[in-house]
């Protein structure tokens, strides 16, 4: 439920996932975790995480920071 109540703060903001570990105030401990809670949020079409894109090599940089989008409303 802290995840939902803080989605609007977060959707279009950048993040890493070790930053959202301060936004969810301690109640979630581990960077795995939240990474499996948004997973399973893009598994259910509620959100998409969106990559960092490195355009000049063509490729997707996982480590950097992503954003949110809002896929439902």
């Not at 439920?1 to 401990?29: A, T």
């Not at 499996?36 to 960092?52: D, M, P, R, W």
């Amino acid at each position: 439920m802290e995840i939902f109540k803080k989605l609007p703060d977060i959707v279009g903001q950048r993040f890493s996932w070790n930053s959202l570990k301060d936004v969810f105030s301690g109640r979630i401990q581990s960077e795995e975790t939240i990474q499996k809670y948004f997973e399973y949020l893009g598994y259910s079409f509620i959100l998409a995480n969106v990559f960092y894109v490195d355009i000049s090599s063509k490729t997707v940089r996982m480590k950097k920071q992503k954003k949110l989008t809002r896929l439902i409303g």
